[in-house]
């Protein structure tokens, strides 16, 4: 079941000592055929939910949030060993 990112926008706090920093993707499911890796950042904290609440109007935010509305975004996250 497809879920919207929204429910998701905050790591508990303990979680951000555990973390440190760690690159992130979102990868658009929206094509059966295709996966496509569309973002590629790196943070701490909940920096990977920044775009999910992000309030300035530009192409990577629209798209992000666009997926995200649709169930087709899935965030992928790499922490450094």
């Not at 998701?8 to 760690?22: I, K, V, W």
């Not at 569309?38 to 109007?57: E, T, V, W």
């Amino acid at each position: 079941m497809k879920k919207d990112m929204a429910e998701f926008q905050s790591f508990p706090a303990s979680t951000h000592e555990r973390l440190g920093y760690y690159v992130y993707a979102y990868v658009d499911i929206s094509n059966n055929d295709k996966e496509e890796v569309i973002y590629i950042g790196k943070g701490k904290g909940n920096r990977c939910f920044d775009h999910l609440k992000s309030k300035i109007p530009n192409n990577k935010t629209r798209k992000i949030n666009t997926l995200n509305k649709n169930g087709n975004l899935i965030p992928i996250l790499f922490q450094k060993e």
